[in-house]
Each structure stands twice: as structure tokens, then as C-alpha cells.
């Protein structure tokens, strides 16, 4: 039996209540089901908070505006790791523990789910072309772990660890990715 999920951490993490709307539900079902089954069961991440976490990130960057949130000053979106430094460098207390929040999330969703397309959006071309995502993102996180004052989720020490298991996390996702890539729905099959 897995542990009982925190709703209300879930719910501001997700950013709204769970009966938003009945597709959401599903949704969030399912990326909640797949990253417990994942990280519980194979991986044997028994850390409840932090597989929660991640598979809200799932559901956050469902939608794209949500993963490119941050604003340059010109108010379009900071599509790139170095855009959103740069912004980060001119924030300061929660906004800036915000953006570095968003550059760890931003990193570990690519480099768990995506990495094939890091070579893409890292091309000569790009501004990120010279950065390791895995690198700036555990950076982020340990930044972000470091400003306290909020009293929402989430709480610094979650941060600290997802900056910690940065790989393990990254690594886990893709296996999520994985894991609903093959599933055809046949018996004893989790989707």
C-alpha cells in the first residue's frame, strides 16, 4: 500500500484545487499514479514529498505557458536557462527563489523526459548551447533551498533534495516517460 498523498501540498503545488475540472482530475490521477508506481516501486524512492513533487512538475508543464512563465523585462517569456538566470539575477527574496525554483524545474523536466531534444534546444545557435542542465539545475534548486521566507510549498528542504537527486529524479522521469510510452493497456499493465 503507498502512502497517503498531502492534498493540500499537492493542490498548491499543482497551482489549484483538485476539482478544477474533471480533466485535470484524470490527469493529475494519472501522473500521480505513474510517478508513485516509478519512483516507489522500481526505483524504491520511498520519499512521498518529493515523488508528489514531481509528478505535479509532470502536470505543470503540461501546459507550455507554465513552463515559460518567466518574463524578461520586455515581458515576452525567458525560453532559455540563460534568459532565466539573468532574470533570477535581478530579483531578489521570493521572486528570486521562485525563478531559480522554475530554472530546476525547467532543467529536470528536460533532462528527465526530453533529453534527446537537449541537443536541439542547446544548438549553436542558442544562448544555452555551453550550459549543463544538470548541472544549473541542481544549482537552482540549492539557491532556491537557500531563501527562506515563504511559508507555501514548497519547503526548502524539499528543494535541497531535489538539487541532491537531481540525477535519480531525472532519471526516474524518463523511466515515467518510458513507462507510458509502452504501455498498450494489456492485462496486469499499469495504464
Known amino acids: 500500500m503507498l502512502p497517503e498523498r498531502d492534498s493540500s501540498f499537492h493542490r498548491n503545488i499543482a497551482?489549484?484545487?483538485?476539482?478544477?475540472?474533471?480533466?485535470?482530475?484524470?490527469?493529475?490521477?494519472?501522473?500521480?499514479?505513474l510517478s508513485e508506481y516509478i519512483f516507489q516501486s522500481r526505483l524504491g524512492v520511498a520519499d512521498v514529498?518529493?515523488?508528489d513533487y514531481l509528478s505535479d512538475l509532470l502536470l505543470r508543464f503540461v501546459r507550455t505557458d507554465t513552463m515559460h512563465r518567466v518574463r524578461r523585462a520586455s515581458g515576452k517569456p525567458a525560453t532559455e536557462v540563460i534568459?532565466?538566470?539573468?532574470?533570477a539575477d535581478k530579483r531578489i527574496g521570493l521572486a528570486r527563489?521562485?525563478?531559480h525554483r522554475h530554472i530546476g524545474d525547467f532543467t529536470?523536466?528536460?533532462?528527465?523526459?526530453?533529453?534527446?531534444?537537449l541537443r536541439k534546444m542547446q544548438a549553436a545557435t542558442s544562448a544555452d548551447g555551453f550550459l549543463d542542465y544538470c548541472s544549473q539545475g541542481k544549482?537552482?534548486?540549492?539557491?532556491?533551498?537557500q531563501i527562506e521566507g515563504g511559508e507555501g510549498p514548497p519547503?526548502?528542504?524539499?528543494?535541497?533534495?531535489?538539487?541532491?537527486?537531481?540525477e535519480l529524479c531525472a532519471y526516474g522521469l524518463r523511466e515515467v516517460r518510458r513507462e507510458w510510452e509502452n504501455g498498450d493497456g494489456g492485462e496486469g499493465m499499469l495504464l
Do not use: H, N
Open 15 to 33: 497551482g489549484g484545487s483538485k476539482g478544477d475540472s474533471p480533466r485535470s482530475t484524470v490527469l493529475d490521477r494519472f501522473f500521480a499514479g
Open 49 to 51: 514529498q518529493l515523488v
Open 83 to 87: 534568459q532565466m538566470l539573468s532574470e
Open 97 to 99: 527563489r521562485e525563478v
Open 108 to 117: 529536470l523536466f528536460w533532462s528527465g523526459m526530453y533529453p534527446e531534444s
Open 139 to 145: 544549482r537552482a534548486y540549492r539557491i532556491a533551498a
Open 155 to 166: 519547503p526548502c528542504e524539499l528543494l535541497l533534495r531535489l538539487s541532491e537527486q537531481f
